[in-house]
């Protein structure tokens, strides 16, 4: 992969030769794990212009708004099949047989329930708080439940642990929502898929039968597929800098479910909702699109712009259509759509946003559609978190499985104090 090379003049040094490395798809990169050696390291805050790594999972060209998953365009998987199926190609690389997907599907179920005992753990919770901090502490506590499979260098124990945590997840969210309501939990059904069994979770209570619609379902199995995984975002990113160090896949994952919660990253479907709300009509958009400009004014279009597409996000294209299915199928005239809607058009006809290549990403329809199912905008980054546990895992594993492997640690421009000798209290008094 390196026949080309880079060469970097240092005044007073000799020239340093960086192997130049090419992949199968997007940008070579320059090789710089030798620099060290010339006493120089690179200097690339929020990793801007850094690939972290080497990975078969995912890839995005961001001005063409392109996003595969092992070769398959996130449009074809969204319409075409199945969120636990683009789970199996995630992990093994692979399109399953019949065969292979009734399997893996049947052993997703098997797993769905949790320990009675994780039930208890909810009610150390106050009703009120955030269901990400919940998750945060229950997804970590699953390491305190699950001793017999977390050694990371066996196969076994990595494989079981990725169904227990794609198993659980819908489960825990639930949970999360029941608690925050004061209704029971609803066991998990083997009869349901993915998607339905998780709503059903949500909204069935003891007193009467809930009975998934099954435009909803495919829409909230669609979100799922259009959230599963995004290369090397900040979340992902986190799972593989403390999966370096070899702590547990829980301990990991829920590492992940932390830094998703921002409103930059995974908390922007919630923060959106929340600026469409606030916002609240049609002729007030100009001034927050104003607000927006505005370089003095923090305010950002939440639900808009990304770090790589400069395009648009393909998978917003196929989240608006999931958008207008189901609030045509739940006959919902949703103000929110047509302060979206008018948004959207005022947003990519503006030259701000078009300079900047700002456009409506992923979160930006999800939170409308979250909405009409009636799930509530404080449950919105959790869903992310349930979709984005299967890339989370798929990138663990394939960093555990990469020989090169080794413990990220970053170094630093340091522009603190220069060496200085301390003065003790009584000295310095
Ligand atoms: C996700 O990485 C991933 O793949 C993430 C994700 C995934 O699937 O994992 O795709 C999921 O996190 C989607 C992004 C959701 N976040 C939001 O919708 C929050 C709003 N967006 C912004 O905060 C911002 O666009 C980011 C964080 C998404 C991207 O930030 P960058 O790449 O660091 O860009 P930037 O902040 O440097 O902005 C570039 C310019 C700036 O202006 P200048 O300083 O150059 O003058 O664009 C402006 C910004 O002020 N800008 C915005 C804006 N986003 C960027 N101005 C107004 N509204 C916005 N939303």
Request: aromatic share 10%.
């Amino acid at each position: 992969m390196a026949d080309k090379k880079a060469t970097l003049h240092i005044e007073g040094q000799a020239p340093i030769e960086l192997p130049i490395l090419t992949g199968t798809e997007g940008p070579d990169v320059i090789d710089v794990r030798k620099l060290g050696a010339s006493g120089y390291f690179t200097f690339d805050p929020g990793f801007l212009a850094t690939a972290s790594c080497e990975s078969q999972i995912t890839y995005i060209d961001g001005g063409k708004g392109i996003l595969l998953h092992r070769g398959y365009p996130i449009d074809q998987l969204a319409n075409n099949a199945d969120y636990l199926e683009v789970c199996y190609i995630l992990i093994y690389g692979e399109a399953p047989t019949r065969t292979e997907y009734e399997k893996f599907k049947k052993i997703v179920s098997n797993h769905t329930m949790v320990h009675e005992q994780i039930s208890s753990f909810f009610h150390g919770f106050r009703r009120d708080a955030h269901p990400m901090a919940v998750m945060c502490g229950v997804v970590g506590a699953l390491a305190a439940f699950y001793h017999d499979a977390l050694d990371i260098n066996n196969e076994k124990h990595r494989e079981i642990t990725a169904f227990r945590l794609l198993s659980k997840m819908p489960t825990l969210a639930s949970m999360c929502y029941k608690y925050s309501m004061g209704q029971p939990f609803i066991y998990p059904r083997n009869d349901l898929d993915y998607a339905g069994n998780f709503l059903h979770m949500m909204f069935a209570n003891p007193c009467e039968e809930y009975v998934v619609n099954p435009v909803v379902s495919r829409a909230m199995d669609k979100i799922f597929t259009l959230h599963a995984d995004h290369e090397q975002n900040a979340s992902t990113s986190t799972v593989r800098l403390a999966g370096s160090s070899g702590a547990n896949p829980f301990a990991c994952i829920a590492a992940g479910i932390a830094s998703l919660w921002g409103p930059a990253h995974g908390g922007a479907n919630e923060a959106c909702l929340k600026m469409l709300e606030e916002i609240g009509s049609v002729d007030k958009i100009e001034e927050y699109v104003a607000k927006a400009k505005d370089k003095d004014d923090p305010f950002r279009l939440m639900g808009f712009g990304h770090r790589v597409y400069k395009n648009h996000d393909p998978r917003a294209t196929v989240m608006r259509q999931a958008c207008h299915d189901v609030l045509q199928e739940l006959n919902i005239e949703d103000p929110l759509l047509d302060v979206a809607m008018e948004l959207e058009r005022i947003a990519l006809s503006d030259p701000y946003f078009i300079e900047k290549k700002l456009y409506p990403n992923v979160d930006f329809y999800s939170g409308i559609i979250l909405k009409a199912i009636g799930i509530p905008v404080s449950m919105f980054t959790v869903i992310f978190a349930i979709s984005r546990t299967i890339g989370w895992i798929a990138h663990w594993n394939e960093m555990h499985d990469d020989p090169s492997n080794r413990i990220g640690r970053p170094r630093q421009l340091y522009t603190g104090q220069h060496q200085r000798d301390f003065k003790p209290l009584h000295e310095r008094e």
